[in-house]
């Protein structure tokens, strides 16, 4: 079965619709002001309609108020939100019930241990997103979409306890041996496919989707 792919932190309709036309499950768009791919409500508005009804759309925010979270959901209508910050179990059982979507949770990953806390979550996310964590030298690191990876073998111990997306520094020259030592059943990609700091590139997008999509062919 092909690998599920996102991806996240898309701004401009030509990389959407490079994304679109090479087989994209879902399209992240960020909300978050620290990062170079967050996107005003207009923007994210003319994204999400133009990708509705051909993959799903996400909504990436971090440690959200119930404000922010009417205001992304009244301009994106979304199909999934995702959690990078550092909600609690609770707050994303909160979250899914008041806005009755899909919850998407982000668990940043150095080591083993990090991964085992991901089971806290199990039974109250939807999905559980492994990302890198940013290292402590890297002082004003972003939540996510560093371009960083983790140890992929950190996640041995959850295999087969959840259903998970990996992210973490993937690109189109490693996402298939990714997916084939993780097990993972979708990916999720941002910086790994741009020119720069919230630029995609188009080809680059073209070339990821089809090395996640084709990883688990027989050689």
Same mark, same amino acid.
């Given at each position: ?110 080591? =083993?241990? $990090?991964? !085992? ?5 199990? @039974? +109250?996310? %939807?999905?559980? &997103?492994?990302?890198?964590?940013? /290292? ?12 960083? =990876?983790? $140890?992929? !073998? ?5 295999? @087969? +306890?959840? %259903?998970?997306? &990996?992210?973490?520094?993937?690109? /189109? ?12 059943? =979708?990916? $999720? ?31």
């Amino acid at each position: 079965m092909p690998t599920d792919v996102k991806i996240c932190g898309l701004k401009t309709e030509s990389a959407l619709e490079a994304a679109l036309a090479n087989g994209v499950d879902y399209v992240g768009l960020v909300f978050h002001e620290a990062s170079p791919r967050n996107i005003d409500f207009s923007t994210a508005r003319k994204l999400a309609d133009k990708a509705r009804g051909r993959a799903k759309i996400v909504v990436l925010l971090v440690d959200p108020d119930d404000n922010l979270l009417d205001e992304v959901v009244a301009a994106a209508d979304p199909d999934v939100i995702q959690l990078h910050g550092e909600e609690t179990p609770e707050r994303v059982v909160e979250i899914a019930q008041r806005l009755g979507l899909p919850v998407m949770k982000a668990v940043k990953v150095n080591c =083993a241990e $990090d991964a !085992q806390n991901a089971l806290a979550y199990k @039974g +109250k996310a %939807d999905l559980i &997103l492994f990302d890198a964590k940013a /290292p402590e030298a890297r002082p004003g690191a972003l939540p996510g979409g560093n371009g960083i =990876a983790f $140890d992929w !073998q950190a996640l041995e111990g959850v295999r @087969g +306890k959840m %259903d998970y997306m &990996l992210a973490g520094g993937l690109t /189109p020259l490693n996402v298939a041996e990714a997916i084939r030592m993780t097990g993972a059943r =979708a990916v $999720d990609v941002s910086s790994g496919v741009e020119a720069g700091p919230g630029e995609k590139d188009p080809e680059l997008i073209r070339r990821f989707l089809h090395a996640a999509k084709t990883a688990n062919q027989a050689p």
